[in-house]
């Protein structure tokens, strides 16, 4: 269970401090039996209570002691998880910045983000709970097994012959449940989710007609999954019984031999009260490891996760180029590149120049654009930049000069001012009024002070996209990356927007991948992507009269057989 | 509350059950403690026979039997019970959610409620249940007290007092505040974390990661901190309540000593008392942490308590009359979803019945409003809506299928999800819509073929893909009106072009309204309807309005792709 453990830094001292202190509470647990059974056998002896007030005192010090180490131990256990979850989740978040948006994309942004935040509290309970408990286990029992068998042989050794008994049926009976559980996993998930499922697919259903009806459904899915839940459940508490079964028994047993010991006068009652008190001891730090089972394994697993992104390959920066400010000269190169669905893409391109990738959905288009944004490497085939041959682009020189507008731009809570300035946040008052302006947010300059995002002022698709421009020209930095800007909005937004748009790829390298074939006549170069494979370039001229896949994809849009478009396109 | 409590009326005997066993749980480790104090103490007298001592041995053996079984049937018991409960607080969200789903935009805001429900389960085995027996175990003990020494019980029952009430609602008061600060700053850091996620690119770009990470770890420390000073009331607390368990040890002692040494009491008996504060104060621990989290589970009732009571007046239908052979009118209809913005304005329109007609326009133009109010989703404020004559009732699906934006597949197999359209269906009917809508040869090639389970909200299926499965859907529903609300946004033009053809292929001789901003297919239509600031501001053929219009010509050079 507690395998992983010591890879986590600084735990050596901290476990070395804990047992200590285990050590020392073992033997206050020990007094406090000790004194407590002295106070009784006195106060049986018929001495009056105030005669033997002392020794209560001494019992309840001792009593004090042991839950004060208890007290301090449990400080230390949160300290130390405090602070190593808190280094765990920083050297995962910068990982996570260091592996790219590809990562975050394929592991599910709302999965990552759980992982940081819920995770992190979960690890941090699993320490603070196991550390404390994984100790106890192995010196409180050990520490009054001792001294009971030195105390009393018989009581020894029924603790000693029943703890193995009852360690060996609580695994049993877990494995048990868990094959039956696992057996049934998939179905159980399907009757746990039926829930959350009904109420996502409301609206379906409401069309559908079925709406009313489901009600039934419901109920009739609640009730299959309490009888499954029951089942496996009858199975999963037989573990804790048999904990407590055995515990309980052992105490009882040991109950009666000393009874027996005493009446046959080989046993003194002082003796036989400490053994009595401290049987229960005994089995207390197994069943505590029992309690919080689930909150100990989801916390190991999260800490499992964190550890996972961590050990992910990171980027190989060994072999980082120098690029001065990108310029007519320059060059970048593709040549046989091959990565996730990409297959052998060779392409050149100099200076400052838009192009267009164009492409059914799945033909590779992102997965180019996150190649040249050095979110992705090549597995084979090499990249140049100004001939320097590199694997990958997550290069800093070459991310420092890019501006980067995705289909769904990046906006934080703050004011509009401050979601302008994010590649620049030195910029003045001034300056972000003219990138706003020139982005066409000019009737918001009252506006820049406002709160937008989250909890502020909510944005339509064509605003945010009016930001990420103002945040560009704003940078104005030379390389471009466009990911699908305009697909998701209506047409006149579009038009309006690309207008808007337009000015800003003027002297700049410019990379757009969209699927909407009006962008193309901006582009000097047009790269049409299918399969994966680079199909054909050219300029949308050139690419209409090879009558390849570019035309088939315009042909498309427009409609097979329509002449209206034709005659339309002969006017233009 | 009437989320909690009702249902524990309900549910009178079990809850009785349970109470009663976890009572018993507590009263029989107490026994066993009490009878082996008792047994020592006898065989420390030095009985004559063993026989003396044969009643507790006996018993000794019985309590700690009794203690593992009835805590083992408790456990289920409980369990049992609150999946019961937690069935009938599902219809009844359920009940409470469905007419009111316009009002939800997305299906994740409406599963969150689900999460509530589940929370829920918490309060009930952590805190009612628990509580609810120590109470009972409470009144019990000092009852029985009472009957040795009424003083002696006053005092007793003052500690369990402390134990019980006093702590566990002191504990609730402390956390309280802290928890819902927590609760603030959680949901901002998630939503803060989300959002950097989704826009790594541009923090990376702008090489400012560095500057998210020192200011979101300072957030983080605000949490810590607050994180770290409940754990150290917690810790501080428990300590005291050890103390206080340890003081009513001493105090039993001095008692039972006291009544010993008066000859009230047989010194036998001052073991057994004493131990048994051990179990009872054990019990009584717990409640102080589950007490805490109450501002957790008061947050999730509030929210199905919302959820409950803006829950829509019924609408009681006149029948109205309108025209022969119009699938839809919509007459004079004004609707607004805040009185602010007014989205439909005296809005005149009306189908004939097998017309195909392109609803067209900017976004917010009130598209999807018109679809919403077709369904009786939502009820205009002033006008007439009329579905084949008569306003929409409860069996609009009769008449109305839509196809929308994101049809939710259901994780299910292929088979049920399809037959959701008509549950009457047979597998040769599913197969046949499968296969009409071009989806049946990549359902065989699939290794389970129609039984394939959907995974996680149908994410096994494309796009393209997960729009067929329900157009196959909408085919075995078998109605005479189609609405279609820009089931074709984000996929590419190919796909897209494919996707209408057979929308349009298999609905062929239905009414159709096709809600739609692109232009793509528009000449196939029998009418246009361009919707602009709450009003129809073109209407005609394709043609007509490409020749005449001079704004529905300029978005269709845009659109293909030609200015």
Redesign the interface.
Known sequence: MGRDLFRYQGVVPVLAGLTFLTIAQAVLVILQAKW?AA??TR???????AA??SG??L??AA??GR??T??FK??AA?HYS?KIS?AL??DV??K??SL??RY?QKEG??R??TL??EGT?QFRTYLDLFLPKMINMMVLPAAIWLFVLWTDHTSGIILAVTLPVLLVFMVLLGLAARKKADSQWEGYQ?LA????????????????????S??KQ??HV??E??KS??NT??VA??S??AL??FA??S???V??F??????D?KM??LP??TV??LA?EYFLPVRELGTDYHATLNGQEAGRAMQEILEKPDWDLENQFKLQTWSDEATLSLSKVEAASLKKISFSVKGRKKIGII????AGKSTLIDIL???LAADSGTISVNGQTVSHLHQ?DW??Q???I?Q??????GTLADNIR??K?DASNEEVRKAAEKAGLASFEDLLETEI??GGRRL??GQMQRIAAARAFL?DRPILLLDEPT?????????ALKESMLPLFDDKLVFLAT???????EMDWIIVMEHGQIAETGTHTELLLKNGVYA???Q????DT?E??HS??KR? | MNWLIPYLKEHKRLLAAVILLGSLTIFA?SA??F???Y??????S??EN?LM?YV??VL??T???M???S??VE??MS??LI??I??RM??RL??A??PQ??RFKT??A??L???D?EHLQDVYIKLIFPWLSALCVYALSITALGFFSVSFALVMGLYFFVFTVLVPLASLLVMKAKQMKQKEQ?AA?????????????????????KA??AS??QA?KEW?RL??SK??FA??R??CL??LA??A??TT??W???Q??DGQMA??L??AF??VL?PITEAFLPLSSAAEEWAGYSQSLGRLQTAEKEKPAAHFIQPVFGDDGLALQFRRVSFSYNESEPVLQHFNFSARAGEKIAVL????AGKSTIMQLA?G?VSPQSGTVLVNGHEPD?????EI??L?QQ??????TVMNNIR??N?RATDEEVIEAAKKVHMHDYIQSLPDGYQT?MQE?GSRF??GERQRI?LA?ILL?QTPIVILDEPT???????E?RLIETVFDVLEGKTILWIT?????M?QMDRIVFLDGGQIQMDGT??EL?QQELRY???????????
């Open positions: 407590l106070a009784l106060l049986f002896n018929g001495e009056a209570p033997v007030f209560m005192l019992f309840f009593l004090a839950y004060l208890g007290f449990q400080k949160e405090e808190a989740r920083h978040l910068n996570l910045f790219g948006p975050a942004t709302g990552l983000v940081m935040i509290s399907r989710g039926h829930f959350t499922d009904s109420l996502r697919g409301l609206e379906t259903l409401t069309f559908l007609g079925r709406a009313r489901h009600k419901i109920e609640s009730e999954y309490r839940t029951m459940l009858k508490f037989l804790s019984f407590d079964f309980m028994l105490v009882a047993t109950a009666v000393l009874g027996l010991g005493l009446v006068g003194a009652l036989a009260l009595l008190i229960p492409g059914t959905s799945g944004g050095g979110f800093a991310q420092n890019l501006t980067y995705p769904h731009p990046y906006i934080f809570g994010f590649y946040p995002g989250e339509s698709g940078a697909a998701h909005l209506d047409i006149e937004t579009e038009a699927h909407r074939l009006h962008w193309m006549k088939s994809l315009v498309a849009a427009r409609g329509h209206l478009a339309i396109l233009a | 480790a066993l403690l009878s082996s104090g047994l020592i103490s006898k065989a420390a030095r009985p063993l001592i507790p041995i000794v053996r309590f700690g039997i203690r593992s079984v805590s083992y456990r289920l369990h049992s999946l019961k937690v069935s599902r219809v359920y009940e959610i469905r789903v316009s299906g994740d409406l599963g409620f689900a999460d429900i959680r850091q998630y939503s803060r974390l989300a959002d950097t996620v989704m826009g790594m690119g541009d923090w990376v770009f702008s090489g400012r990661e998210f990470v979101y770890e983080e810590t994180e770290s754990r150290s810790r501080g428990d300590l050890q103390l340890g003081a040890v001493v002692m001095i039972a000593g006291g010993s040494a010194p036998i001052i073991a004493t131990l051990f326009g900017p976004s917010g369904e989703l409860e069996y609009i699906s009769r299928a839509v929308n049809p939710y597949l259901f994780n299910t959701l359209g549950p389970v909200t494309s796009g329900a859907r529903q946004v984000g996929l590419d033009p190919i796909t072009r901003h692109h232009l793509a297919g000449e394709h043609e490409v010509q300029k978005l269709y050079e845009l659109d293909m792709g030609i200015s």
